[in-house]
Every structure is written in structure tokens, then in C-alpha cells.
T-cell receptor, first 114, second 111 residues
Framework: DAMVIQNPRYQVTQFGKPVTLSCSQTLNHNVMYWYQQKSSQAPKLLFHYYDKDFNNEADTPDNFQSRRPNTSFCFLDIRSPGLGDAAMYLC?????????????FGPGTRLLVL | RKEVEQDPGPFNVPEGATVAFNCTYSNSASQSFFWYRQDCRKEPKLLMSVYSSGNEDGRFTAQLNRASQYISLLIRDSKLSDSATYLCVVNKSGGYQKVTFGTGTKLQVIP
């Protein structure tokens, strides 16, 4: 059974047109993360939620926002996508913020910006 | 210097060979270490955690060297299905899971 689900798997948007990616989890984990991964690069953490507490990475552009309306769902909003935002966006969850906790990843949404 | 560094490879090895990857990290406060496996165009999946005493899971052995600040992954008897990118993950402690991924080492096992 899928534990971390991302929709859509592929998203095409136009330059400057807002887009929302979604993530849901059946694990009841407290923490949800969003990563950006470009080709042949490491996943880069954008932000995470611990319950309702939002934590933004210092170098995450303002163009990227997130919402977590409840435990199960988390959204990534890209307000004005640029060509450089084309990437795989990975959602992950973990039970807690303790360093030894495993992160469970969703299958990712591949974003193409035209 | 990058926080987490890996040789990108590719490592091309024949089936049955033993192959080892290293991953170096720069922050001595790092507390937790993992190896993830990522298949082409798929999400990363946990392969194994890396414990101070070293740990083994079947054909895979992970080691941590805190003095030299690196972790290693050894794969014995390589299978075609081991072909993937292996990502090193380092977490800092302090109540906040500050996760840093390496860029990964690509392994190609050849028949």
C-alpha cells in the first residue's frame, strides 16, 4: 500500500503560471518535507512542517510556499514558476525530527515549465 | 567544501564483484547517517542506517569513521538489480533533523 502519495506524477505548467503540487500520507507522521531534485543533483530541502509548525530553509526562494491543512496533506505552491524551477519535487515524511528517524519518500512529481 | 561529498561515478562493475563507496561529511556535529538508493527517475528509498559499530544487511555493509568523517558502503556479490544511484544522507542533531544529501554515486552492474 502506498504510504506517501504525490499527485500529479507529472505536471506541465507555463512560465509564470501558479502551480500546486500535492502530497498525502497514510503513516500519520508528524513531519512532512518538500525537496527539490534537479537532474544529477542531490535532493535539496525546501521546507518542512512539524505538525503545524512551518520551517523554511534559509535559501528557499519566496516563490515557493507550502500549506499543511491537516496531518495527512501537504501542498507545495509555486507562485510564478520559472524555467529554473523545472525539477522533480519529492515529498517525504518522518515520525519525528529526531536525527535517527527514517524519511519516507513519495514517488515525486516531475515539473516541466514551458 | 560541500557538506556531504560523494564520488559521482559511474562505477561499472561486473556481476559478482565487490564494490565500495565512500562519502565524506564536513560537519563534525553530524549524528545520524544513512544510505539511500535511488533508481532512475524514482524516489530515494532507505537502504540502511549507518551505526557507529558498523552494520551489515545481507550483501551490504555500512561503516562509519567519525575520526576521518566518512561513511562507507560495501556491496558484495553485485547483482544486476543493484544498479542504481546510492545517496549518502547526513543528519545533524539538536532536535531538528537537518538533512543533507550527497549527490550520489552511480553504480552500473554489468552482465
Amino acid at each position: 500500500d502506498a504510504m506517501v502519495i504525490q499527485n500529479p506524477r507529472y505536471q506541465v505548467t507555463q512560465f509564470g503560471k501558479p502551480v500546486t503540487l500535492s502530497c498525502s500520507q497514510t503513516l500519520n507522521h508528524n513531519v512532512m518535507y518538500w525537496y527539490q531534485q534537479k537532474s544529477s543533483q542531490a535532493p535539496k530541502l525546501l521546507f518542512h512542517y512539524y505538525d503545524k509548525d512551518f520551517n523554511n530553509e534559509a535559501d528557499t526562494p519566496d516563490n515557493f510556499q507550502s500549506r499543511r491543512p491537516n496531518t495527512s496533506f501537504c501542498f507545495l505552491d509555486i507562485r510564478s514558476p520559472g524555467l529554473g524551477d523545472a525539477a522533480m519535487y519529492l515529498c517525504a515524511t518522518s515520525r519525528s525530527l529526531a536525527g535517527e528517524e527514517t524519511q519516507y519518500f513519495g514517488p515525486g512529481t516531475r515539473l516541466l515549465v514551458l | 567544501r560541500k557538506e556531504v561529498e560523494q564520488d559521482p561515478g559511474p562505477f561499472n562493475v561486473p556481476e559478482g564483484a565487490t564494490v565500495a563507496f565512500n562519502c565524506t561529511y564536513s560537519n563534525s556535529a553530524s549524528q545520524s547517517f544513512f544510505w539511500y538508493r535511488q533508481d532512475c527517475r524514482k524516489e530515494p528509498k532507505l537502504l540502511m542506517s549507518v551505526y557507529s559499530s558498523g552494520n551489515e544487511d545481507g550483501r551490504f555493509t555500512a561503516q562509519l569513521n567519525r575520526a576521518s568523517q566518512y561513511i562507507s558502503l560495501l556491496i558484495r556479490d553485485s547483482k544486476l538489480s543493484d544498479s542504481a544511484t546510492y545517496l549518502c544522507v547526513v543528519n545533524k542533531s539538536g532536535g531538528y533533523q537537518k538533512v543533507t544529501f550527497g549527490t550520489g554515486t552511480k553504480l552500473q552492474v554489468i552482465p
